[in-house]
C-alpha cells in the first residue's frame, strides 16, 4: 500500500542519515590517526591510506625498509609520485593543513594489477617521500593475503595490522592527532585554519 510504501522511503532516509552521522564521526573518534596512520574516505567508494612522518621510535626503524616494503607489496619498485594536488577529489579530502605540513600523494599497480595509492604527511619532501612508500606498502599488504613480506619486522607487521583494523573507518578529514603524531609541539588545541 502507499503508506507502507510511504513509511518505508521514510525508514530509509533515517538509516541513510544515521549512516552518514556515524561516518563522520570516525574523525572525531579519540585515538584516530594518534600512531600516524589512518584512511581517508576520499570519496564515496574511494578510499586512500595516510601514513604521518614521525622520527620517534618505534617508526624511526621502518623508515630505512619503506622502499622495500613497497616493493615486496606491489611486485615491483615502479611507482608514479605526485606533488602537485592535481587529484581534486584527494585534495578536497585532505583539505587546508597548518602551515609547514605538507602532503605527498603516490599510486602503483600491484602484481595483480590493481590500483594501489597512498598519502604520506611530512614537513620535508624526503620524509613525505618515505611515508608515501609505506602507505603504499601498507595499502597493498592490506589488500594482499599474507601482506607482510618475510622480512619485516615486529613494527611493520603491527602497522600493517593497524592499517587493516582500521580500513573500515576511515576519516573523512586529516584527524588533528595524526598531526600531533608528526610534530606534538606545534599543534595544539581545536585545529582552526
Given at each position: 500500500s502507499?503508506?507502507?510504501?510511504?513509511?518505508?522511503a521514510v525508514a530509509a532516509r533515517r538509516a541513510t542519515a544515521q549512516q552518514q552521522a556515524t561516518?563522520?564521526?570516525d574523525s572525531d573518534l579519540p585515538g584516530l590517526g594518534a600512531d600516524?596512520?589512518?584512511w581517508l574516505e576520499v570519496d564515496v567508494?574511494?578510499?586512500?591510506?595516510?601514513?604521518?612522518?614521525?622520527?620517534?621510535?618505534?617508526?624511526d626503524d621502518v623508515w630505512p625498509q619503506a622502499h622495500w616494503y613497497m616493493a615486496d607489496a606491489l611486485g615491483t619498485e615502479i611507482f608514479e609520485a605526485m606533488d602537485d594536488g592535481k587529484?581534486?577529489?584527494?585534495?578536497?579530502?585532505?583539505?587546508?593543513?597548518?602551515?609547514?605540513?605538507?602532503?605527498?600523494?603516490?599510486?602503483?599497480?600491484?602484481?595483480?594489477?590493481?590500483?594501489?595509492d597512498g598519502v604520506g604527511l611530512g614537513r620535508k619532501k624526503a620524509s613525505?617521500?618515505?611515508?608515501?612508500?609505506?602507505?603504499?606498502?601498507?595499502?597493498?599488504?592490506?589488500?594482499?593475503?599474507?601482506?607482510?613480506?618475510?622480512f619485516a619486522?615486529?613494527?611493520y607487521r603491527a602497522l600493517l595490522d593497524r592499517a587493516i583494523q582500521l580500513r573500515p573507518h576511515p576519516a573523512r578529514?586529516?584527524?588533528?592527532?595524526?598531526?600531533?603524531?608528526?610534530?606534538?609541539?606545534?599543534?595544539?588545541?581545536?585545529?582552526?585554519?
Amino acid at each position: 500500500s502507499a503508506q507502507h510504501a510511504a513509511m518505508a522511503a521514510v525508514a530509509a532516509r533515517r538509516a541513510t542519515a544515521q549512516q552518514q552521522a556515524t561516518r563522520g564521526a570516525d574523525s572525531d573518534l579519540p585515538g584516530l590517526g594518534a600512531d600516524g596512520l589512518f584512511w581517508l574516505e576520499v570519496d564515496v567508494d574511494r578510499t586512500v591510506l595516510c601514513v604521518v612522518y614521525s622520527e620517534e621510535h618505534p617508526m624511526d626503524d621502518v623508515w630505512p625498509q619503506a622502499h622495500w616494503y613497497m616493493a615486496d607489496a606491489l611486485g615491483t619498485e615502479i611507482f608514479e609520485a605526485m606533488d602537485d594536488g592535481k587529484d581534486v577529489a584527494l585534495l578536497a579530502a585532505i583539505g587546508k593543513l597548518p602551515e609547514g605540513f605538507y602532503w605527498s600523494y603516490a599510486r602503483a599497480y600491484n602484481d595483480r594489477n590493481e590500483l594501489v595509492d597512498g598519502v604520506g604527511l611530512g614537513r620535508k619532501k624526503a620524509s613525505r617521500k618515505k611515508a608515501t612508500k609505506l602507505a603504499v606498502a601498507l595499502a597493498a599488504g592490506a589488500a594482499k593475503p599474507g601482506g607482510a613480506p618475510g622480512f619485516a619486522d615486529e613494527t611493520y607487521r603491527a602497522l600493517l595490522d593497524r592499517a587493516i583494523q582500521l580500513r573500515p573507518h576511515p576519516a573523512r578529514t586529516v584527524p588533528l592527532a595524526a598531526l600531533r603524531a608528526m610534530d606534538p609541539e606545534s599543534v595544539g588545541g581545536p585545529l582552526a585554519l
